[in-house]
């Protein structure tokens, strides 16, 4: 997604808190946390992954660092119009990294181009 253009967000159900997924970092910098069975098992087909979030440069994005497909970056889908909330889909996830989540690698990492902070990550149904 281009910083500046924005869709309309995606509302969830069925919600899973990446708990301790409260991080900041510099410019280019990446922090997350490693990912529990929880949060492999709510990463499914027509989820969508919501980021609390503030930055700098208005971006965020999602790595997966050890991932069989490499270091990937996913770009976030949506976007609500102050830049404080932020949603990766499925079909994102999917097209970066493949259907199957065990190769996904055990970190999830957020980044961003100016300095930023998350504050929540969740993942819910898409409604």
Same mark, same amino acid.
């Given at each position: 997604m281009n910083v500046g253009k924005v869709n309309e967000l995606v509302g969830v159900y069925d919600v899973v808190d990446f708990a301790g997924f409260s991080v900041s970092g510099g410019a280019w910098s990446q922090n997350g946390l490693e990912m529990t069975p929880e949060i492999i098992a709510a990463l499914k087909p027509g989820c969508v992954i919501t980021i609390s979030y503030e930055s700098e440069s208005g971006d965020m994005w999602l790595v997966f660092p050890d991932s069989a497909a490499g270091w990937m970056r996913v770009e976030m889908m949506s976007a609500d119009c102050d830049g404080k909330t932020a949603q990766i889909t499925w079909d994102e996830l999917v097209a970066a990294l493949g259907e199957d989540v065990?190769? %996904? +690698?055990?970190?999830?990492?957020?980044?961003?181009? +100016?300095? %930023?902070?998350?504050? /929540?990550?969740?993942? +819910?149904? /898409?409604?």
């Open positions: 065990s190769t %996904w +690698g055990a970190r999830m990492q957020a980044e961003a181009s +100016g300095a %930023w902070n998350v504050y /929540a990550v969740t993942v +819910g149904q /898409a409604q």
